[in-house]
């Protein structure tokens, strides 16, 4: 089983659309819990962190869910600068690297 | 400019030979990192560092060889490369103190090997 698992893509929606990525980690040790977006060609920036209580940023929000080892991005009110790449990323306790996903490809329409 | 930078953006080589990614942060983050990503794996961690002189393997550190004497860089060698080593690498650096919670990327090299 892969540490991350994102929803293969990609997602096609129209602007204005709700649109929700699933994310589930393997390891239950894990402690930090991010969403990266990589434009097409580009590097891969933070794009949020995902706090257990669940955390906005203006159209996007997060949640976490340690029990089941589910992370979750929602984005509202899709613009067509929101088409990217959502990776998934997902850190162990005290120092220890990032483990991404493969992502997730979101395409917004006019 | 402050930031992280990466030589060559695009190279092209052959079977067998050596090559030599470069990445220079202006930060002074004590953390840095080499990425592969390719279709169908993702972000995979190549190799990392925790300061000068300090380094350590990722998932797929076969076949490369890292060094950091200074701070502020930190190249990457394929010391005989192989087609399967075509892909996009992606250098990376984190301040200190989080340990590497937010990791801040480079353009990125686009190799290919023939």
């Known amino acids: 089983r892969k540490e991350v698992e994102q929803d293969p893509g990609p997602f096609n929606v129209p602007e204005g659309a709700t649109v929700a990525f699933n994310c589930t980690y393997s390891n239950s040790a894990s402690q930090s819990f991010f969403w990266y977006r990589q434009d097409c060609r580009k590097e891969p920036k933070l794009l949020m962190s995902v706090y257990s209580s669940g955390n906005e940023d203006g159209r996007f929000t997060a949640q976490l869910n340690r029990a089941s080892q589910y992370i979750s991005l929602l984005i509202r009110d899709s613009k067509l600068s929101d088409s990217a790449t959502y990776l998934c990323?997902?850190?162990?306790?005290?120092?220890?690297?990032?483990?991404f996903g493969k992502g997730t490809m979101l395409l917004v329409s006019p | 400019d402050a930031g992280i930078t990466q030589s060559p953006r695009y190279k092209i080589t052959e079977t067998g030979r050596q090559v030599t990614l470069m990445c220079h942060q202006t930060?002074?983050?004590?953390?840095m990192f080499w990425y592969r990503q390719d279709l169908g794996h993702g972000l995979r961690l190549i190799y990392y560092?925790?300061?000068?002189?300090?380094?350590d393997k990722g998932e797929v550190p076969d076949g490369y060889v890292v060094s950091r004497s200074k701070t502020e860089n930190f190249p990457l060698t394929l010391e005989s490369a192989t087609r399967s080593q075509t892909s996009v690498y992606f250098c990376?650096?984190?301040?200190?103190?989080?340990?590497?919670?937010?990791?801040?990327f480079g353009p990125g090299t686009r190799l290919t090997v023939l």
């Open positions: 990376a650096s984190s301040p200190k103190g989080y340990g590497a919670n937010e990791q801040f």
């Open positions: 930060w002074s983050h004590s953390y």
């Open positions: 990323v997902v850190k162990g306790a005290g120092y220890s690297t990032l483990t």
């Open positions: 560092s925790a300061a000068a002189d300090i380094t």
